[in-house]
């Protein structure tokens, strides 16, 4: 028995006892762990997608369950692209995106300059400053609904305070001028926070021996700011961008508690908007044509943004 | 520009990644911009084609 060559008594034992007998290869096991989570992937993202570009096609309404749906073809997608009022939902959104992505970059990236800096009390003033970004968007709605009182309300009253006129003539969440700025005014104050803790970890990554050696070079501060803190910061900055641009696209919440969407349609986002037309109109098809729609814009916008992200952190 | 061109041609990653992403952001300009609802109209389908051109050339050499 001990002369049998090892080889021969492997290709002598029948595949399914040595199959028991080597157990599960490497692969098997990898895709005992993985298919969870690739089935997982499929159930609650990708089907659901597929499902919805089929409902786009189609004059589906789910309140109605018992109708025969009908291919309607491109109509749904016709429909919303030639309506005025959603593409003044597009406009509405558009302002909101960028101001509340402009204010929220540029006092977050300056209030984490400021905590970057060694004081006294800066872990407490970081702990305040963060506060905001604890509460949830209904507190926050509801609060600021309260601050905007045109009677009663604090920033009524701080604005009357500083520019003379009364603090009953003007309403932040009742006038259709300002109710666009009423709802960018909360959300900045709400999010700069975490633009500003993301600006903070870029700005704490530079090490400390590039100022040494700029300032041995005689660098002015200014000159440091330019060529080494923003090239250096620049990465964070546009993670925070890209971060609260989906976020912000999708705003609904806050927005909803603060006017719902009101005066008029001027504040009405396409979140809130859209969730009309499937949960209030019952009209599936239609909506689910306005989210693929709304999806491909971001999901492009995404792509491209984090090509030009990719590009910055190479350099 | 010769490079570019030449690139589009040879099928390059680069050249036609850009061309993707000037038809995106074109997309989506013309779809919040205020002046005119034919803009707002067109620009689903240069969105989508600037992302499904994105998508494919993705998968080009560099």
């Known amino acids: 028995m001990n002369n049998i060559p090892i080889e021969k008594i492997a290709k002598a034992t029948p595949d399914s006892v040595a199959r028991h007998i080597r157990g599960l290869s490497d692969r098997s096991i990898a895709w005992i762990f993985v298919a969870p989570t690739i089935f997982l992937l499929l159930a609650i993202n990708i089907f659901p997608l597929i499902w919805t570009v089929w409902l786009s096609f189609t004059n589906s309404r789910v309140n109605r369950p018992n109708r025969a749906v009908e291919w309607v073809g491109l109509r749904n997608y016709e429909r919303i692209l030639t309506d005025s009022d959603i593409w003044h939902t597009m406009q509405a959104t558009a302002h909101f995106l960028i101001w509340t992505i402009v204010l929220q970059v540029l006092i977050g990236f300056m209030l984490a300059f400021l905590i970057n800096k060694k004081f006294r009390g800066n872990d407490l003033w970081t702990t305040i400053i963060v506060f905001p970004m604890m509460l949830s968007p209904a507190v926050v709605g509801n609060f600021w609904t309260f601050l905007y009182q045109p009677q009663i309300g604090l920033f009524n009253y701080v604005i009357a305070f500083f520019s003379g006129a009364d603090s009953a003539s003007f309403s932040m969440i009742g006038d259709v001028d300002l109710a666009p700025w009423a709802i960018i005014i909360a959300d900045t104050w709400m999010w700069t926070p975490f633009v500003m803790l993301i600006c903070l970890a870029g700005l704490r990554s530079i090490p400390n021996s590039i100022y040494e050696a700029a300032e041995c070079d005689r660098a002015s501060k200014w000159r440091q700011f330019w060529t080494i803190t923003i090239p250096m910061v620049l990465p964070f900055l546009m993670l925070a961008v890209l971060f609260r641009g989906i976020e912000n696209f999708k705003m609904f919440d806050l927005v909803v508690q603060l006017t719902g969407g009101g005066p008029g349609n001027t504040t009405t986002l396409t979140s809130i908007d859209l969730k009309r037309e499937a949960f209030e109109k019952w009209r599936t098809g239609y909506s689910s044509a306005y989210a693929v729609i709304l999806f491909v814009t971001v999901f492009g916008l995404a792509s491209i943004y984090v090509k030009a992200l990719n590009k910055v952190k190479e350099r | ?62």
């Open chain 2, 1 to 62: 520009m010769n490079d570019f061109i030449n690139g589009l041609f040879r099928l390059r990653r680069g050249p036609w990644e850009m061309v993707a992403s000037v038809l995106i952001a074109l997309g989506v300009i013309m779809l919040m911009q205020p002046v005119a609802i034919t803009l707002y109209t067109y620009s689903f389908i240069i969105t989508l084609t600037g992302t499904v051109m994105f998508i494919v050339v993705s998968h080009f050499p560099e």
